[in-house]
């Protein structure tokens, strides 16, 4: 093909063929990289899961405490286990 005989339109389709081709390949690229990386964080799931413990706490009904002191015995409870949580992704 000569330059001389090339007319606008295949020009535009060609370059619509290149950008759809460049983009397909780039979504295909991000798609197995975002499998690799959930692949990654839930590799040691079921490990982890069957090595933990649960804690369970039971309020009397009749309790007399209010429920600020108990929302803050909660509440650290829950920081304890974040402040912990942070080494299981390096295992």
Known sequence: ME???L???VIL???LTVFATIGGVV???CGIGYVGLLWLRNRNRESISL???LLQITVPRDNDTKIDAAEQIFSSIVSIRRASS???FYT
């Open 3 to 5: 330059i001389t005989s």
């Open 7 to 9: 007319n606008p339109t």
């Open 13 to 15: 389709i060609t370059l």
């Open 27 to 29: 979504i295909l690229v």
């Open 51 to 53: 090595n933990s413990t």
């Open 86 to 88: 942070s080494d299981r």
